[in-house]
């Protein structure tokens, strides 16, 4: 696995050249992918250009956002999946080999068995479009119960449940990003990573949470730096990627304010030791 | 429908012979079984005799509980339902229809489809098992978020996902039991009961709920009778019975200590009043 | 139910025009649209007046096909989605209120749950798309075994089975074209249709089959005029359709190339009095 | 992975003691259990004993009959599942780590998703109270089209459906049958064992198909000695074994009713060393 630096995850922001400069400067092996960056360096030629730049300055690519809405609409949803191959081929010429959404982990109306058939229509569908440009999709599942248990019925809020509607979609290059923060909230420990193999892992987020408050009180926008208060088993969520062998990113992804407030250096050169060591 | 005498749910208790002489002296229009007494006449002409003294009376009968466990581990289920069709032979000697159990809302290892497959196995076999003997089962799904957000699983907890349990084991005589405090505290209306088939209801509850709280933060042991404070709409749940034709017993089940430390009479005159002023 | 003219279903062909004449002369109350006329009309307005003018006849609609290949791969699939609602504004726009499509019944690589799954997730999108426009979908079942049994994994090739599909899609626009043919070849009878409502049936065909072989060597392609060879019980089939209260369209759909042959007034006079008869 | 000597499968029979010294003289790894013999050895500690003189004499067991119908009516099902524990405690004691059962691949009046529900339901009971006595259970799929087209709904009748089948259970102890004339017959190749692990596969036959017909054509109760007639690929079938890293029993089940007229020690020879060639 290798660090990768995503200032969106950090509530920071700086042009996509600068970004890569600072990613060689504080020794992450990767970092997000701009896709506007990308698309306005103009024909596939271009866009295969600046992606062989990245990887010349020792880079590799965290994980796109995928473009699509996978609770939208019919008709949006409809809209976005057509649009969906013009985005590919900007990733696939950059060398992008994977894209990310999140389940959104309750719903009003929707009974979870509704709900699932909506999403497994929808993820076939988005996967096997990806599958055509050789990407991968990585689903995030969201764990804090302060957010499943705000609707009427509850959806996917655990690595499990992630795991079945993967598998009921049939598709192969669909994974799971996992973030230590929700695997914590969702009352998962070490066991429940163990079998987990690197081909079902797309991507890997490490956060720690705040101490003040229990598992079951936790607040998905309110998070901490890995390895800062202890409240998450850190050294055993990562055990958990080596036995499967991970190779992908890493990243952290706080939500904390506060960042933006700091030297942008003192917050990478943070943020870069914190997930060297967690990587070990 | 009929208005139904269920000490048990009243938090009262009497023999049968002096429950029996409690409804028909307070109007009811049917009376809740005592399988230990039925079973206690003897043989199956002595059952048969007892239950037709019921009748005789005027009473009808509510619905029996299902002295199976659907969550049972495997071995004390594989007992319970071996030993069912000796209860069900007192049940139907009796002429009691009906059997009814609730449904568990959480689990806090099965994932709602694990669970899922786990309710549709047994209940596959329990319907069969009454099916021989000619018995429905009504199952009562449990509303309050207090209840059902307690592990980490959340599972049934509204009509629409027990009428989709019902009909994902197929069975022709499995049916819903109803009542106004889950339908108030699952978020549901009388839209929810529109298209509702008396064939779908086996038994229905009418409680209140008390006024100095929010619907999520309703206890499930704690309600009150019927029409008392008003929070719930007790019109638009009967028009919801009376629209789908529903024939079967309505009962009360408010869960207050206080009813045990009143006259008896009193208690049930009140209750009977109700019951039929809902009825109508 | 009315008697609808689908000339393409005879082996026949007119033009638009001289379709809905011999729909008129020969008192048939409903003809096949005919999209691509349609569309040629130009703009809503002129769509809509083509619409009209069809009903001032006294003619309804039959169903037009659904312009979508529900197993298509996911990028050919994809196109036509998204190319979908620019044919159902026409649709709509002529007063057409529903489209059909069939069920593939086998598949040589996908198991059933996985054929399954795949026809859920683009019927679920597809119904929506639908919705959005006010149109119903249809679904022919295939029933002959000589078809089912050709590949790996025979798949949907039953009213029962179509009825499933159609319930997980949670769908409240999409039902079942009913054909005698198929009814008799997946070894159904007028039991099968107790219970069926308007509501579930889009479209009805009606078929006789061949006396020369069994049921299980019934070929698709390979049928007879209603009411020929007396192989299928057409009474008990109508006699399901009336129960059912159904209102939609009956055509004739014979794949009997001999009926290119004759003056097409014989045939449509002789299809006439033959739906006329079945309709009673 | 090691022979097995099913007398039974060869259509052949003889004494437990007597097969015991038939499987040691002819160099099986393995012999079938013969439950009633070790059932009247009387208490667990003679059972045991018996159990213990087999492994002493260098033999392991092949998988037991599952004396379960899986598809039987539901009084059947549960008097044949409240009578289990009984025989598992023989089972047990004698030290025999698995049952066996197969899958009907057909039903006339459930479609796949009905008889989906029934299968799923009784084996999860029954997969539940063998994992309370330690032991696995294997399923065998039947994949002949003149057997599973023979009914209106054709079932499990391939490697895939039956994979899929366990998972839907969550069952952790129940595995497959592989049998290569059911592997041919559902036209499967050396690719659809790619990726099985050993902990999938409870017991293995071997058998080749006779090379007078076409593999459609195939009869469930006709086949041949494996390495016969070079219909089946035996190579591709086993290098699957390998590369799964197999460690069960492997016999062979060909019904042939000449064998029985043949000398037994010629039959046994013959096929040990068949089984042991395979196996290599």
């Known amino acids: 696995m290798y660090s990768n630096l995503s200032l969106g995850a950090l509530g920071l922001s700086a042009d996509f050249p600068t970004a890569v400069e600072l990613a060689v400067k504080h020794g992450f092996g990767g970092l997000?992918?701009?896709?506007?960056?990308?698309?306005?360096?103009?024909?596939?030629?271009?866009?295969?250009?600046?992606?062989?730049?990245?990887?010349?300055?020792?880079?590799?690519?965290?994980v796109a956002g995928l473009p699509v809405d996978l609770t939208a609409p019919a008709a949006e949803f409809t809209t976005q999946?057509?649009?969906?191959?013009?985005?590919?081929?900007?990733?696939?010429?950059?060398?992008?080999?994977s894209v990310g959404t999140w389940v959104r982990p309750m719903h009003d109306a929707l009974t979870y068995r509704r709900n699932w058939v909506l999403?497994?229509?929808?993820?076939s569908l988005v996967a096997e479009v990806l599958a055509d440009a050789g990407l991968r999709l990585g689903l995030e599942y969201v764990g804090p119960k302060t957010f499943w248990s705000t609707e009427r019925f509850p959806f996917i809020h655990s690595l499990s449940e992630v795991r079945e509607l993967i598998a009921d979609t049939g598709a192969a290059n669909v994974g799971v990003i996992l973030d230590s923060f929700h695997w914590y909230t969702a009352g998962e420990t070490a066991t429940d990573l163990v079998g987990l193999r690197d081909a079902e892992i797309v991507s890997v987020d490490?956060?720690?949470?705040?101490?003040?408050?229990?598992?079951?009180?936790?607040?998905?926008?309110?998070?901490?730096?890995?390895?800062?208060t202890g409240v998450i088993d850190l050294a055993g969520f990562m055990t958990g990627l080596r036995d499967a062998g991970y190779t992908g990113p890493v990243k952290v992804e706080p939500f904390l304010t506060s960042l933006s407030e700091q030297p942008i250096d003192d917050v990478l050169a943070d943020v870069s030791s914190r997930l060297d060591a967690a990587i070990g």
């Open 206 to 228: 490490i956060n720690d949470a705040p101490d003040d408050r229990d598992r079951d009180e936790q607040l998905d926008l309110d998070r901490r730096l890995p390895a800062t």
């Open 32 to 62: 997000d992918p701009d896709i506007g960056h990308l698309a306005a360096q103009g024909d596939q030629g271009a866009i295969r250009e600046a992606g062989a730049a990245v990887a010349e300055r020792g880079l590799r690519w965290g």
């Open 119 to 123: 999403h497994v229509s929808r993820l």
């Open 81 to 97: 999946i057509s649009d969906l191959p013009a985005t590919l081929d900007v990733l696939t010429a950059a060398g992008i080999p």
